[in-house]
């Protein structure tokens, strides 16, 4: 059996200077300026104008089934996806669909009132 011959000596790695901190970003909402994302009953219509839900350019009238609380982080919790069916002027029906939609909108929302 032979022996692998010896590894060379190989330099020192020169220690990588200290990083200074980031200053801290004061225009941005910490996590106790942002409302809380609330829980919408199922039923709830909202009444959302078009800057208030990404992607669709308009306003949009929305019966919420489900408010995704489990991916809302994903957007610092300023924005939450809402699964519902879209509803025309007269509240009929136009299809499901899901709202990525601000959670300032909702604040002071109120749902279906049951007995």
């Given at each position: 059996m032979t022996t692998p011959p010896a590894a060379p000596d190989l330099p020192a790695v020169p220690a990588l200077p200290a990083v200074p901190a980031l200053p801290a970003v004061s225009d941005r909402p910490t996590a106790s300026d942002l409302p809380t994302v609330p829980d919408l009953a199922p039923g709830t219509v909202l009444q959302l104008r078009q800057e208030d839900?990404?992607?669709?350019?308009?306003?949009?009238?929305?019966?919420?089934e489900q408010v995704r609380h489990d991916i809302s982080h994903y957007y610092r919790d300023e924005w939450v996806w809402i699964v519902g069916e879209r509803l025309d002027g007269t509240g009929l029906t136009q299809g499901r669909?899901?709202?990525l939609v601000r959670v300032a909108a909702l604040v002071g929302v109120v749902g279906p009132v049951t007995h």
């Open positions: 839900w990404r992607y669709g350019g308009h306003p949009l009238r929305l019966r919420v669909m899901e709202a």
